[in-house]
């Protein structure tokens, strides 16, 4: 069955520390990886998206990694924010239908504090 | 930036209602989606669509309808609201290729009375 599972579940750093949120998945076959930022009530934002051929993607203070072998990935958050108070999500795509369907995790609840 | 509205952001409603939920895209992006998400849960495809006059539904059964008889505008439309349909309604384009990033509307948060 695919499958995505984050973790933690939830989490709180204080601001300036940095922190990594994890991601696995069971999705085949893999076609890629994706991370989203949801804040509370609104839509999920795109922060990085990374192929099978791709192992590490950077979009500023966020850094994304993939082993596509052990199937994790993580995201790595270097000197955290106030506005990065937020539900972060990993979504895997397969390449197994015209769809390029896409299996979302339940996502790691990020509270940064003062 | 996305280019992507929906309204409106928030519905209350009484059951047997029947509602639209509005969402256009300015972006000419061929591929659209409506996605349904509870508190805490993952998000679910409910319906999607490759263009105009072309629609399916999603993995996720859904008593809602959707229209695309324009590339920018996909509504979803409820013909009797039901307490169970109460949830955030999340509307997402993309273009074309397999790995094209996922755009998505502000949603709108609906509450069947």
């Known amino acids: 069955k695919n499958q995505v599972e984050q973790s933690p579940q939830s989490l709180i750093i204080l601001e300036g520390k940095n922190c990594t949120l994890q991601c696995n998945y069971t999705v085949s076959p893999f076609s890629n990886l994706r991370w989203y930022k949801q804040d509370t009530g609104r839509g999920p934002v795109s922060l990085t998206i990374m192929t099978f051929s791709e192992n590490t993607k950077s979009n500023g203070r966020y850094t994304a990694t993939l082993d596509a072998d052990t199937k994790q990935s993580s995201l790595h958050i270097t000197a955290s924010q106030l506005s990065d108070s937020a539900s972060y999500i990993c979504?895997?795509?397969?390449?197994?239908?015209?769809?390029?369907?896409?299996?979302f995790g339940r996502g790691t609840q990020l509270t940064v504090w003062p | 930036e996305a280019d992507i509205y929906q309204t409106p952001r928030y519905l209350v409603i009484g059951t047997g209602k029947k509602i639209t939920l509005e969402c256009s895209q300015t972006m000419g992006h061929d591929k659209m989606y409506w996605y349904q998400q509870d508190p805490g849960m993952e998000l679910h495809l409910i319906h999607y669509?490759?263009?105009?006059?072309?629609?399916e539904k999603g993995d996720l059964s859904s008593e809602s309808t959707v229209s695309r008889i324009r590339t920018e505008h996909f509504p979803l439309t409820l013909e009797s609201a039901r307490p169970s349909h109460t949830s955030q309604y999340l509307c997402?384009?993309?273009?074309?290729?397999?790995?094209?990033?996922?755009?998505f509307g502000s949603g709108t948060q609906l509450s069947v009375l």
């Open positions: 997402a384009s993309s273009g074309k290729g397999g790995n094209e990033k996922l755009f």
């Open positions: 669509s490759y263009g105009v006059n072309s629609t």
């Open positions: 979504v895997v795509g397969d390449r197994g239908s015209t769809l390029g369907r896409l299996y």
